[in-house]
């Protein structure tokens, strides 16, 4: 991994060799509380894979929606919810790949 480009993700517990590769089921997903985000959308810049994107608007119909993770991509490297929690809230939720599935009915690739 470049280390200058990678400077910024000092500090994130556990961060894997390269965080823009998926390994083939993460152990942990990212998932946003999307009552609690503001959709500041400063996690967005933040994901080595940009797997994090605004709700579609029609979803909550005001001008500034939540984030929402596409989950198929999420790599686990919990990036996200350390940038929410250290800079702006507390909206991301790591939650065990086993748990997510079960959770929402979806199967993780
Ligand atoms: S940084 Fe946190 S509050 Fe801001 S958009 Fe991302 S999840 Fe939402
Ligand atoms: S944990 Fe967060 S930053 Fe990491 S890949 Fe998933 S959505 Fe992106």
Not at 81 to 107: H, N, Q
Request: proline share 11%; glycine share 4%; with cysteine.
């Amino acid at each position: 991994m470049a280390k200058k480009a990678f400077d910024h993700y000092k500090g994130i517990p556990d961060l894997p060799d390269d965080p823009r590769v998926k390994k083939s089921r993460p152990k942990i997903m990212a998932v946003v509380d999307e009552d609690n985000c503001t959709g500041c959308q400063a996690c967005v810049p933040f994901c080595p894979v940009d797997c994090i994107e605004p709700v579609p608007k029609e979803k909550y119909g005001f001008p500034i929606p939540p984030v929402q993770v596409r989950f198929n991509e999420c790599t686990g490297c919990q990036v996200c919810a350390r940038v929410c929690s250290k800079l702006t809230w507390d909206a991301i939720r790591l939650m065990p790949t086993d748990t997510f599935e079960k959770v929402y009915g979806i199967k993780v690739d």
